[in-house]
């Protein structure tokens, strides 16, 4: 029985039929011919999809009933974060926790998966996180079930790439970064880094001017920026090592076309890399114009053949949440079934409840009077509400206390921080904006917290402006004096209204010894 692999690129649906890791039909679906012209606006563009794929399938003879969806980051959310050794019974909250810092919406509207790696050396637990939002779950889903193709898993596109360094002989050892790519700057380009076999970070480069939504798939490809390409690759090294000093990254595997090996190879030894090339064509003794769809729909296919050491199920959650909402929808039917009415104990029971409702306003009537008198005779003070129960008054005194207490500590330690704080406005690059100013105290440690956003058009720019402004707070006499350990906690590419900005936050800690 063959089995596909379907991925879902940026201008093109990329299909690959193989039986186990023998490859027999490859086929690219246009997605340009699928937006249609103003003659067709009226029919929607998923049963444009099911006949384009019912055209492809019949002309090439796929009679397949069974693929794994490859998707891009832009359908999906993957995190890689670490978390202290817990219990079994309070690991999933405390996922579920950490992972709603990186969802920018209700996590009810997410379908997610997570497995843990536990480091035996420093005892820490490094989670990778994965979700798909419900909506574009349904959407997927809706178009294969009308194909009659039964969806046995789901996989990041980063992660079916990796299918392809197995193939080639690579062993899953090490600290390992993967680059995959093409000629057309349209379709995202993935970088990943595993460690034996297990994601660390991936991100989805994106080069294009232009960055689809959903089904919209009215963009024209165009030429890939070497240069760009080359910049992205050092921002990306930039915050993995940041966010993970201790695995520092050695061997760098490219799989693209072998035009751009040359350059890139010198490029890789620059940044004090191990590069090797990935001929797609040797590993499958065929010739072929590479294609990054291709390599990304080819090992979603052989995810049955050939297993890695990524275990997430999309599938099994969803099937998982709908047995609980089933469930508690036959509990309520039987419990009602059950229940036999008497319209005497009814009548009964409606007068016990009136009887004790009208007891309980009568002897509140008194109550009410008396309160309200006391809430007349409170003394005005600005910025406190009269009308504050007593839960709400205790807030605002302990909010106090814990400011009051904030400011004591600064006196008592004379952490004199004009001087510091007027370094920012002199260093923050054009582009760059905060969003968030924060000073805090914890555990006897002052941290103060920069967030904002970076918009220059570019999101290349972007990064190295973040960059320019967190190297400008480390070079910084003043600034370094009082913050030795500054840091950047994370730095994204995402939707602000109608633009996509990129994202940041840095974490700066003051000194232990700083007076």
């Known amino acids: 029985m063959s089995e596909l692999g379907i ?20 086929l690219q679906i246009p997605l340009l011919g699928v937006a249609g012209n103003e003659l067709e606006e009226k029919i929607p563009t998923e049963i444009k999809l099911v006949a384009s794929f019912n055209d492809a399938f019949r002309r090439h003879r796929i009679e397949a009933k069974e693929a794994c969806l490859c998707l891009s980051g832009r359908d999906l959310i993957i995190r890689t974060f670490e978390i202290p050794v817990l219990p079994k019974k309070e690991l999933q909250s405390a996922i579920i926790f950490e992972a709603k810092k990186y969802i920018p919406f209700k996590v ?56 392809i360094l197995r193939l080639s002989g690579v062993k899953d050892g090490g600290i390992t970064g993967i680059l995959c790519f093409d000629s057309n700057a349209q379709n995202e380009i993935n970088f990943t880094v ?45 915050y993995y090592h940041s966010k993970f000093p201790a695995k520092p990254l050695k061997n760098m595997f490219v799989i693209s076309g072998f035009d751009w090996w040359k350059d890139l190879e010198a490029f890789i030894n620059d940044l004090g890399l191990s590069g090797k090339f990935i001929d797609i064509s040797k590993i499958l003794s065929k010739p072929m114009v590479f294609s990054s769809g291709f390599v990304k729909s080819y090992g979603a296919a052989i995810s049955r053949a050939l297993p890695t050491k990524i275990r997430l199920n999309l599938i099994e959650s969803w099937k998982k949440d709908a047995r609980l909402k089933t469930d508690a929808s036959l509990d309520l039917v039987s419990l ?28 509140s009537h008194s109550l009410n009077q008396a309160l309200n008198s006391v809430i007349g005779k409170r003394v005005a003070v600005a910025r406190v509400n009269p009308e504050s129960n007593y839960e709400e008054l205790t807030g605002i005194v302990l909010k106090h206390k814990e400011t009051l207490d904030s400011f004591d500590y600064l006196v008592r330690k004379q952490l004199y921080v004009t001087e510091v704080l007027g370094v920012i406005p002199r260093i923050i690059p054009k582009g760059i904006w905060l969003t968030k100013f924060a000073m805090e105290k914890k555990d006897k440690l002052v941290e103060l917290v920069l967030e904002g956003m970076s918009y220059l ?36 590419h995402t939707q602000f209204d109608r633009a996509m900005v990129t994202t940041f936050l840095i974490s700066c800690k003051a000194n232990k010894e700083a007076k």
Do not use: M, W
């Open 7 to 26: 991925y879902f690129g940026s201008d093109l649906i990329d299909v690959a039929e193989v039986k186990g890791k023998k490859l027999l039909n490859n």
């Open 108 to 163: 009810e509207e997410l379908i997610s998966s997570y497995q843990v790696e536990l480091d035996k050396l420093s005892r820490i637990n490094t989670v990778l996180f994965i979700g798909i939002k419900k909506d574009a779950y349904d959407k997927y889903f809706s178009i294969l079930n009308q194909l009659h193709i039964k969806v046995s898993s789901i996989e990041y596109s980063g992660f079916s790439i990796s299918r």
């Open 194 to 238: 595993l460690d034996n076999g297990f994601p660390l970070f991936s991100r989805d480069i994106n080069l294009s001017s232009v960055v689809p939504n959903d089904l919209d798939f009215s963009t024209v490809s165009a030429p890939l920026s070497l240069d760009k390409l080359k910049a992205e690759v050092r921002v990306s090294l930039d």
């Open 336 to 363: 009602i079934k059950d229940v036999r009415f008497d319209f005497r104990v009814i009548t009964v029971a409606v007068l016990i409840c009136l009887g004790a409702f009208s007891y309980g306003i009568f002897r």
């Open 457 to 492: 058009g570019d999101s290349n720019d972007e990064y190295q402006a973040v960059n320019d402004f967190y190297n400008g707070l480390k070079e910084s006499r003043e600034f370094a004096k009082y913050f030795k350990d500054i840091n950047i906690v994370f730095i994204d």
